[in-house]
Nanobody, 120 residues
Framework: QVQPVESGGGLVQAGGSLRLSCAVS????????MGWFRQAPGKEREIVAA????????YSANSVKGRFTITQDNAKNTVYLQMNSLKPEDTAVYYC?????????????WGQGTQVTVSS
């Protein structure tokens, strides 16, 4: 069972950058694709980015393409989300989870998430 712990969120001005980290415990990193999701107030949770276990393939939502980059360090069981050129509409709680890369659907337990707030 995936037990993600997200960190790295905070308050940043528009145009700024943040790097989120997701530490996974309670299982081996056994060939699970991983994804970052976000949920803004009053909205459904949506996928932001995903990466295959090998790292060879990545996915980015159109809304963040060219600004956000997902990477991972399998030796550290950690997935990262580098967020550049942040916009106020990126404000949300960000979560990570294991995903089926093809469908972008998450499985496993959700963590507490990390709050990202972008001021204009």
């Amino acid at each position: 069972q995936v037990q993600p712990v997200e960190s790295g969120g905070g308050l940043v001005q528009a145009g700024g950058s943040l790097r989120l980290s997701c530490a996974v415990s309670g299982r081996t990193f056994a060939r699970n694709a991983m994804g970052w999701f976000r949920q803004a107030p009053g909205k459904e949770r949506e996928i932001v980015a995903a990466i295959t276990w090998s790292g060879f393939s990545t996915y980015s939502a159109n809304s963040v393409k060219g600004r956000f980059t997902i990477t991972q360090d399998n030796a550290k069981n950690t997935v990262y989300l580098q967020m550049n050129s942040l916009k106020p509409e990126d404000t949300a709680v960000y979560y990570c989870n294991a995903v089926d890369f093809g469908s972008r659907r998450a499985f496993g337990s959700w963590g507490q998430g990390t709050q990202v707030t972008v001021s204009s």
